[in-house]
T-cell receptor, first 113, second 111 residues
């Protein structure tokens, strides 16, 4: 595709429910990143996939958060038992290789009520 | 642990002014540094990327410099326009490929 695509663009869920957020990177991009941006805050690193290497999960805030990536294609970020503090915009980015410029999607705005 | 700081947090200037946004980082062992622009409710748009071996990059009215040894980068915007109003984010790439962001500078250019 022309750019990084994220879905859904908006998600409202009840506290305690599980949610799945999807990211389709630019075709051919080997690296994929997830970031979280709370209202009025900067970007918080969550997880980084590079090719077939083990992902860097050092930014995941708790074991309720997990992410998978199928080869060099789509990635899903799963948040289990959502809490109100999980409310944020979740941004996905991809790059051609690990050190190439990042291209971001428009994000998924998650609201936990 | 790499920390990235941007100063000022917010800036308001009249149209036509030249301005400088600052970014500093604590660990000079970076692979590259990238400047982004974020408009309200939108994702990030890449502006400039400077490799660690480079001193500056230019694109139109934008010029970014990098002084790796002192842990600093600046983004210079010439002849600012109201359309430049946005949040500008600086991010450094460490040697694992991870990108660490600053908190951003929110710029308002008044007509």
């Amino acid at each position: 595709g022309a750019g990084v695509s994220q879905s859904p663009s908006n998600k409202v869920t009840e506290k305690g429910k599980d949610v799945e957020l999807r990211c389709d990177p630019i075709s051919g991009h080997t690296a994929l990143y997830w970031y979280r941006q709370r209202l009025g805050q900067g970007l918080e690193f969550l997880i980084y996939f590079q090719g077939n290497s083990a992902p860097d999960k050092s930014g995941l805030p708790s074991d309720r958060f997990s992410a998978e990536r199928t080869g060099e294609s789509v990635s899903t970020l799963t948040i289990q038992r959502t809490q109100q503090e999980d409310s944020a915009v979740y941004l996905c980015a991809s790059s051609l290789q690990g050190y190439s410029p990042l291209h971001f999607g428009n994000g998924t705005r998650l609201t936990v009520t | 642990k790499q920390e990235v700081t941007q100063i000022p947090a917010a800036l308001s200037v009249p149209e036509g002014e030249n301005l400088v946004l600052n970014c500093s980082f604590t660990d000079s062992a970076i692979y590259n540094l990238q400047w982004f622009r974020q408009d309200p409710g939108k994702g990030l748009t890449s502006l400039l990327l400077i490799q660690s071996s480079q001193r500056e990059q230019t694109s139109g009215r934008l010029n970014a410099s990098l002084d790796k040894s002192s842990g600093r980068s600046t983004l210079y915007i010439a002849a600012s326009q109201p359309g430049d109003s946005a949040t500008y984010l600086c991010a450094v790439r460490d040697n694992t490929g991870k990108l660490i962001f600053g908190q951003g500078t929110t710029l308002q250019v008044k007509p």
